[in-house]
């Protein structure tokens, strides 16, 4: 199983951003695909969460209304559209996969693939 995040990068605050997490290696349709990050100093926190077969998400509430969690059966990616940044949303962003989900956690320790980072940085 392989996940690869992409899409991150130097933006001011207000701007939008898309992250990617293109998956490979299993078929993902009864995973939960989930995102989460960690600023510098930080514990990692939950972003979102989206079931692959029902597409229902759950968000962290210092997200929910500005970001959204979809995903692309045919390309089998996640994406996570982020609008209205703001700088305490700078921090590595990681994608991840709990392949046997009873629920959409938000604990990362429910989640057992983990793709490496991308850097969203948002400037004020």
């Known amino acids: 199983v392989q996940l690869q995040a992409s899409g991150g990068g130097l933006v001011q605050a207000g701007d939008s951003l898309r992250l990617s997490c293109a998956t490979s290696?299993?078929?993902?349709?009864?995973?939960?695909m989930g995102w989460f990050r960690q600023a510098p100093g930080k514990e990692r926190e939950f972003v979102a969460a989206i079931r692959w077969s029902a597409g229902s998400a759950v968000y962290a509430n210092s997200v929910k209304g500005r970001f959204s969690i979809s995903r692309d059966n045919a390309k089998n990616t996640v994406y996570l559209q982020m609008n209205s940044l703001r700088p305490e949303d700078t921090a590595v962003y990681y994608c991840a996969a709990d392949s046997v989900p009873t629920v959409v956690a938000t604990d990362g320790r429910e989640y057992d693939y983990w793709g490496q980072g991308t850097q969203v940085t948002v400037s004020s």
């Open positions: 290696g299993r078929t993902f349709s009864s995973y939960v």
